[in-house]
């Protein structure tokens, strides 16, 4: 049952809802909230926000207020590594990240959901890096008062997906092999620029570098080497140099010989055609071509989270990523702050 009186007719009466206030460019939020007890004091503010009249609400058995809508529909949205702990504002209640983590979102069930019209679900983009606390996505339902079939319609939805629509997945701590190729270096030709970086972007993600080995364009030195790197514990190689279409180009070829297995080689994003992602006995293998020398973020940036959340990367994995997957090249690269990737 939902009834409109008039604001005076209201004083004493709980809230049934939050009220919000919006200054402009100065504050968005609840002004009243849920449950406070309106005094005459309030009835200029509530003049002031707009409000001649307000709701009394006695949810029947078949409705339900918008913040129990919201406190169910979190709950079936929430996977492992994602939760809610604060209580619904304006109706809405914000998921948050409970450990350091890849967000996964099944979109195709999100959808679904939205698909409702009558109930929400906004999400980060799927496969962001987040961190323990963070926003994750936000829940509401859209009326006020909802029929709980709509409820139980979307929690159902929710639920259908199978690792829930909403999880933060742990990332490994790399203990990286790095084989940087390439014969001008290895023979002192120009000096290396590559190790550097490679550092930086493994200790980005909490990793560290089991031993840098430099090698020259040849198959067998490149095989015996990852061979080598694997047996002393990498849980990841990462190579670079050597990916592209010259004699000299190796590397790849030297990693089958290694017994890379499941090799997905050319990418349609830029920069990154000819990264190379592929497996020697489960442990991943990262090739990072020349132009991770230049560009601050190339394919790399976009598959190594993912690889270490555990992420088994394939043709269609790659394929998926050409939508946004060309770079604009910004004098100062704002990566993850930009639609590269998304
Ligand atoms: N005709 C074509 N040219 C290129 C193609 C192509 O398809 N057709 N692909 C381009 C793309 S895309 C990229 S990316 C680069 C890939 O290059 P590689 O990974 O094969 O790199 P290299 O040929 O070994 O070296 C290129 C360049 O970078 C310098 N280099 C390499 N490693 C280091 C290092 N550790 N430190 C400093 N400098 C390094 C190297 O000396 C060369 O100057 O190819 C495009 N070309
Ligand atoms: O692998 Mo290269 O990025 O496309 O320059």
Same mark, same amino acid.
């Given at each position: ?112 959901? !939205? ?66 190729? &390439?014969?001008?270096?290895? !023979? ?42 694997? @047996? ?29 297995? !499941? ?7 830029? /920069? ?16 990072? /071509?020349?132009? &991770?020398?230049?560009? @601050? ?7 190594? /989270? ?17 939508? &946004? ?10 990566? /993850? ?6």
């Amino acid at each position: 049952m939902i009834k409109v009186v008039n604001i005076e007719d209201a004083v004493g009466q709980p809230l049934a809802h939050d009220i919000t206030e919006i200054r402009a460019g100065e504050f968005k939020g609840p002004a009243f909230q849920r449950g406070d007890i309106l005094t005459c004091r309030d009835l200029d503010h509530l003049r002031r926000l707009g409000k001649d009249h307000l709701y009394v609400i006695k949810p029947e058995a078949s409705e339900m207020h918008e913040d129990d809508a919201a406190m169910a529909m979190a709950d079936a949205l929430c996977g492992d590594g994602v939760s809610w702990d604060e209580a619904p504002r304006e109706g809405k209640i914000a998921l948050r990240a409970t450990r350091d983590g890849l967000l996964k979102v099944n979109v195709e069930v999100l959808e679904q959901f !939205n698909e409702m019209g009558i109930v929400m679900c906004a999400t980060r983009h799927t496969n962001t890096v987040v961190r323990k606390k963070d926003q994750v996505a936000a829940t509401r339902a859209i009326p006020l008062l909802i029929a709980k079939e709509y409820v139980d319609g979307a929690v159902a939805i929710a639920k259908s997906a199978p690792d829930s629509i909403l999880q933060v997945r742990p990332m490994m701590t790399a203990n990286a092999g790095v084989m940087i190729t &390439g014969s001008e270096v290895y !023979n002192g030709r120009i000096e290396d620029k590559f190790e550097s970086i490679i550092r930086k972007k493994v200790a980005a993600f909490g990793g560290g570098v089991l031993d840098v080995v430099f090698l020259p364009d040849d198959d067998k030195m490149i095989a015996s080497a990852a061979r080598e790197l694997l @047996a002393k514990g990498a849980n990841i190689l990462i190579t670079t140099g050597g990916m592209s279409v010259d004699p000299d180009d190796r590397t790849r070829f030297a990693l089958k010989e290694a017994g890379a297995r !499941n090799m997905v080689y050319g990418t349609p994003v830029l /920069p990154g055609a000819m990264f190379m992602v592929a497996y020697i006995n489960e442990i991943p293998v990262l090739g990072i /071509p020349a132009c &991770g020398l230049f560009s @601050a973020t190339t394919m790399f940036d976009l598959i190594y /989270p993912r690889v270490l959340a555990g992420d088994k990367i394939s043709r269609s994995d790659i394929a998926a990523k050409g939508h &946004g997957g060309l770079c604009l090249g910004c004098k100062t690269c704002t990566y /993850p702050r930009c639609a590269f990737g998304k």
